[in-house]
């Protein structure tokens, strides 16, 4: 008897395996064949969350608080990130702006959902977090990449992003801090990029998940530059709640309307209990947790990157923020997913290909995560010489 074909939707030909989900799958191969695998690959922090985050969680439980809420996200919730913007960046953002998201992941597809029709072209660097790009292209959209350099922070310039719109552009979206590679869109050129795009009438997202892991003084939100741009942010870097699924999206208020809809019909609500547990990420006691684990990502971002330039590997002169550094490989290979499976099979060391990340100049990256203990990433520094 013959066999049909699966039928899949068009747009699902052009979107590409999440490489670095892969690289764990085969780590955990390792592990359960009894070897101790050093974790560099996933962009997860180590610490588990919070205390006063999950007695938050503990007593929203027994309170009974695990009905559906509103698809917008609990007013406290909202209230209190709008109190967040005004404490970090002395910006007023109305709380009917804020749309409670299960994860940034589910930001990112409202507002592709929102925001991106077929058969348009959205600008967006290469590299950049890869599900971006596959997002727009389950849209029937096209990703207009825009190719970075180190030498230029791995962040486009205003001439650069002229140079690939084309005729379809309707939007840009950019990433500060970037993963992979730990680099922020500097004050002075995120107002022109965000002028650019206002006067070309395009829509403007701007992905600040790994805000407070900074490791520079100034870090802008675009909502400090433009009213009009739109934010997808995270309780998962900075906030350490990874497995809650929470994040957020501020939009412009004309578009309130809208994302009210899509939120109805995309995910009902974001978890009823990530959502009170979230509250107590505001309070002084966490903070206080949340900054003295930063200060230990600066630390092991250090000492990794010394390390990683002393063995030959070339990356930016500073890691601004976020958890990871992208680095050049060139010096040892030509084939970045080789160098990443070999390191993996015979050293036990897991890092993620830069084909995960886009095309251009792939073959020459890797990402590091510096996510794991000092310990650990001193002892993949140990495996890795030996490798190389």
């Not at 007695?55 to 559906?68: C, P, V």
């Not at 077929?118 to 596959?134: K, M, S």
């Not at 971002?301 to 990356?315: A, D, M, Q, V």
């Amino acid at each position: 008897m013959n066999k049909k074909n699966l039928r899949l939707s068009t747009s699902m030909c052009n979107v590409n395996p999440f490489r670095v989900m892969m690289v764990m799958d085969r780590a955990a191969e390792l592990e359960a064949a009894g070897k101790k695998v050093v974790h560099m690959e996933v962009g997860e922090p180590d610490f588990s969350s919070a205390f006063p985050i999950i007695n938050a969680a503990k007593q929203a439980l027994e309170e009974g608080r695990t009905q559906y809420t509103s698809a917008s996200g609990i007013s406290e919730l909202r209230e209190s990130i709008s109190c967040h913007y005004a404490d970090k960046y002395r910006l007023k953002v109305d709380p009917s702006r804020i749309f409670i998201t299960p994860g940034a992941s589910g930001g990112l597809i409202l507002l592709a959902n929102m925001l991106v029709s077929p058969n348009d072209g959205i600008l967006t660097t290469d590299p950049a977090y890869p599900c971006v790009r596959n997002l727009i292209q389950m849209s029937s959209a096209e990703p207009q990449l825009i190719p970075v350099e180190m030498d230029q922070n791995f962040q486009p310039n205003v001439k650069q992003i002229q140079n690939h719109k084309r005729e379809n552009t309707t939007g840009i979206w950019l990433a500060s801090p970037n993963n992979p590679t730990g680099t922020i869109i500097e004050r002075d050129r995120l107002i022109e990029i965000a002028r650019w795009a206002r006067d070309e009438n395009l829509n403007f997202v701007v992905d600040e998940i790994y805000h407070g892991l900074k490791y520079v003084n100034d870090l802008p939100s675009v909502l400090e530059i433009d009213a009009r741009a739109f934010v997808v942010s995270s309780f998962s870097k900075y906030f350490g709640m990874t497995g809650w699924r929470l994040g957020w999206i501020v939009v412009p208020e004309e578009y309130i309307p809208m994302a009210n809809t899509l939120a109805q019909n995309l995910f009902i609500s974001a978890p009823s209990i990530a959502q009170h547990a979230a509250l107590a990420c505001f309070t002084a006691e966490a903070e206080e947790i949340f900054e003295e684990r930063r200060l230990e990502f600066a630390r092991r971002k250090n000492f990794l990157s010394n390390e990683l330039r002393n063995l030959g590997f070339k990356i930016p002169t500073s890691i601004q923020g976020a958890l990871y550094i992208y680095a050049d490989i060139s010096n040892f290979s030509q084939n970045s997913e080789l160098f990443c499976r070999d390191l993996l099979n015979q050293n036990q060391v897991a890092i993620t290909p830069g084909a995960d990340f886009g095309e251009y100049k792939a073959e020459k990256f890797v990402r590091f995560a510096f996510t794991t203990s000092m310990a650990d990433i001193e002892l993949g520094l140990e495996r890795l010489k030996m490798a190389l």
